[in-house]
């Protein structure tokens, strides 16, 4: 993944960015503990003095930057692809703003009388405050991240191929594939047959597969799992992403047609409305439709 790749939309989920903000702030609640003893630079306190209050102040302070930040974060999800580089950008400003309070603290703190300091420049307290928020957000964040892409690519849902799984079925004169969908918990809960599987909606944390049973009548199933989890898992399949909502198996779009909000894909089954196409998907889902 280069600088300028879109980052993975797992890490703009509101459940990530709220357990990123919760282990950040005890991983630097723990890094200070640690930390106090051994500098003599810090004017933090843990006694009930007026260090101490200043000391709870700065640590919520910088606790709520983190929060909004992190939910603006969120925000820009659908609205604006934040690249690599943009994400760590946006997580170091996060830095240089706390670095930025905490000179500020130690300038008006000592002023004020609530502690004693050492007659250093306020240069140095800044980027030595910029050093060690760099290590206690810095190695949370990157924690925090690693474990979200090992957690989603465990839920990954796979394509399978039943041709080449050990069955006591009888054998069938073709290959036929079949697509397996498992929960966040990595369990095993559907697997149809892909010439019956219809469309993928996603409904917050779950999604609903729409396909037709053997006897013809149309069914849904409903798991708990995010369509971007399954979305890097078809390729070469006849599933394609065509909405934020919506994964649709081309092979069952009989008519792609456009009204005044955009394309629509008829899928000529009973009780199925015509799924939209967002403008992001457009170029990409007409050439596939055009190419069958």
Not at 104 to 121: A, C, N, Q
Request: charged content about 20%; aromatic content about 14%.
């Amino acid at each position: 993944m280069s600088a300028f790749d879109k980052i993975p939309d797992y890490l703009l989920e509101k459940f990530q960015l709220t357990a990123t903000v919760v282990f950040a702030a005890l991983f630097s609640l723990v890094f200070l503990l640690v930390h106090i003893p051994f500098s003599d630079s810090v004017w933090f306190e843990l006694a009930l003095t007026d260090a101490f209050a200043v000391t709870v102040a700065f640590f919520l302070i910088s606790v709520a930057v983190v929060a909004v930040s992190k939910r603006l974060m969120a925000l820009t999800r659908g609205k604006i692809n934040l690249t690599v580089l943009q994400y760590v950008c946006w997580n170091f400003a996060e830095v240089v703003v706390i670095a930025a309070l905490y000179t500020l603290f130690t300038v008006e703190g000592s002023r004020l009388g609530f502690f004693t300091l050492d007659d250093t420049g306020n240069d140095y307290i800044f980027f030595n405050a910029l050093l060690y928020l760099a290590v206690s957000l810095g190695v949370p964040y990157l924690v925090a991240a690693l474990y979200f892409a090992i957690n989603d690519k465990n839920n990954t849902i796979r394509l399978l191929n039943y041709g080449n799984v050990v069955s006591d079925e009888e054998p069938v004169p073709f290959k036929e594939k079949k697509i397996t969908l498992a929960d966040n918990n990595g369990l095993i809960k559907l697997s149809v047959s892909l010439a019956n599987l219809l469309f993928i909606e996603s409904d917050d944390n779950y999604i609903k597969v729409w396909y037709r049973a053997n006897s013809g009548e149309l069914k849904q199933y409903m798991l708990r799992c995010k369509l971007k989890t399954i979305e890097e898992s078809f390729a070469g399949s006849g599933l394609m992403r065509c909405h934020r909502k919506y994964i649709v198996n081309m092979s069952q779009v009989s008519l792609m047609t456009r009204d005044k909000n955009g394309y629509v894909l008829d899928l000529d089954e009973v009780g199925v409305d015509p799924i939209p196409v967002s403008k992001t998907y457009e170029e990409s889902v007409l050439a596939k439709f055009n190419s069958r």
